[in-house]
């Protein structure tokens, strides 16, 4: 099979040519293998190249409703045992994982023949991807701009059409940001739908969730089948719906009332390009016969960022000290602005962390409040188009105050002095629509639904009330048919 014909398909569509004898899983698998070494010198997306492991695979028979797909899983809280899970970090890049993650394992249950692992940043905490034990991930768009993050090299490998699909995960927004940089669709599943064990039942207490970045609405659907549902290790079991997530793809919404907001809800500036994406949207739906009206959600986003970042440092903290103890790496073995960040968090008191957690459900009580007003909230997934590599590379202030905390340990004193608000203006301020998804367990969607004008992706942002994985996937099958994005790729995609 050449790449044009291999990149007509979606992952559902390659399968069904596999089940009826049309291509082998062999044919697939050295498509995507050559388009990998083609695209890689300047993309970077792949950090453990798994091509002799594949092709044993491919050579045997497979089952399932993906059987002969070429796969690529995120190296980070996706494992395969007796291969490196890096996350991005030098202290890990040679620790080989000790048994698969669940959701690998159903993965390959499902057919797909994985053949290497995409690059992240280091413990997947940024909104791009840069690591400096791997290099940065390029946007096949303009490949001067990042692919997002923390699913950076899933996404770039996609857009670039590497593969249909590859595996990601989001714990703040790190399967929509990607998505919505590189012109992409990306689910977050709700909290517990999609298992992150056997290693850390709940990260980051279920805000964190696997998933995937595809291209197409029915691919999303199906995966998701896949991937959905509690194992025996499991600390909850949730509800299954009422139907197969892609018989819910292929069922026409109904007419839905649908709240919408361009502004930051931090207060933070946001570019005419993203409110321009919401208005295009807005429109769009209208003509569909949806009701859309701006609204806001009460929920206090200011300081649902602030509980974010006490979880998310404190959290880092433990992982930074779990990793020490079991590698005996030191310091280098860590990238400066993970340290820095890990001394915030050594700064957090238990009470102060509990506190924070307690309000996690004072913001899903509003938003839920919200929802019964209103199917869906809209919003643009990213406040600004894709920065540039480099762009937001940590500024001198904060490395010189990082290099006093690091050797006082005077972490509670920057806290005091304003730095995490100085964070969250210019670290989430970027990204300050993805955040409330996660806190609150809420299933959300980045459509390709808006191109700057340099051509460049920036999507848009649904979220759903609880169990709402079906209500997304069936809007967004109708936006996918009234607005195709799936034959508009990258130059640097088509070969």
């Keep these: 099979m050449d790449f044009d014909e291999y990149r007509r398909h979606d992952a559902v569509g390659l399968a069904e040519l596999v089940a009826g004898g049309q ?86 249950e499902a057919g797909l023949v994985v053949f290497g692992k995409t690059n992240t940043p280091e413990f997947g905490l940024k909104g791009i991807t840069e690591p400096e034990a ?8 303009n490949p001067a701009l990042t692919p997002g993050g923390s699913s950076g090299g899933s996404a770039a490998a996609v857009a670039a059409g590497v593969v249909p699909v590859a595996g990601a995960s989001d714990g703040g927004g ?81 007419r839905l009332r649908i709240g919408y907001a361009t502004a930051s809800p931090l207060g933070t500036g946001v570019d005419p390009e993203a409110v321009a994406a919401v208005d295009a949207t807005v429109a769009l739906l209208d003509g569909l016969g949806h009701h859309v009206e701006p609204a806001t959600t009460g929920v206090d986003e200011r300081q649902l960022a602030t509980d974010f970042l006490t979880m998310w440092f404190a959290s880092l903290t433990a992982e930074v000290d779990e990793v020490r103890q079991r590698t005996g ?57 894709p920065a540039r590599i480099g762009e937001l590379a940590t500024p001198r202030w904060v490395s010189t105050l990082g290099n006093v905390l690091i050797a006082t340990r005077m972490g509670r004193v920057a806290r005091w002095t304003g730095l995490v608000d100085r964070m969250i203006d210019e670290n989430l301020g970027r990204t300050p629509y993805t955040q409330l998804a996660n806190i609150t367990g809420r299933p959300a969607i980045s459509l390709p639904l808006h191109w700057t004008a340099d051509d460049v992706p920036l999507g848009v942002q649904f979220v759903a009330p609880l169990g709402g994985e079906g209500l997304l996937l069936a809007l967004g099958a109708e936006l996918e048919q009234a607005r195709p994005w799936f034959d508009r790729v990258p130059a640097l995609g088509v070969g």
């Design 134 to 141: 791997n290099g940065p991930t390029r946007n096949p768009w």
């Design 329 to 385: 790496s030191g310091p280098d073995g860590f990238e400066f602005d993970t340290r820095i960040l890990a001394e915030l968090g050594r700064t957090v008191p238990a009470p102060e962390y509990l506190a924070a957690l307690a309000r996690w459900g004072e913001h899903t009580t509003r938003l839920a409040a919200f929802h019964e007003r209103y199917d869906l909230l809209l919003t643009p997934t990213l406040a600004y188009p």
């Design 174 to 254: 790190s399967i929509r940001i990607p998505a919505a940089c590189c012109g992409l669709v990306g689910l977050k599943p709700g909290r517990g739908v999609v298992p992150t064990g056997p290693l850390g039942s709940e990260p980051l207490h279920g805000a964190a969730t696997n998933g995937a970045i595809t291209r197409s609405i029915r691919d999303s659907a199906a995966l998701l089948d896949v991937m959905a549902g509690a194992y025996g290790a499991a600390p909850f079991l949730s509800a299954a719906p009422p139907q197969s997530y892609s018989a819910a793809a292929r069922t026409a919404p109904r």
């Design 23 to 108: 291509v082998t899983p062999h044919e697939l698998l050295e498509t995507a293998i050559a388009r990998l070494d083609a695209v890689e010198p300047t993309l970077n997306t792949v950090v453990y190249r798994l091509d002799r492991e594949a092709r044993v695979r491919a050579g045997h028979p497979l089952d399932g409703p993906f059987a002969g797909v070429p796969f690529l899983v995120k190296d980070l809280g996706q494992d395969i045992a007796g291969i490196p899970t890096g996350s991005g970090s030098r202290a890990l890049a040679q620790v080989p994982a000790e048994r698969n993650s669940v959701v690998v394992d159903r993965w390959l």
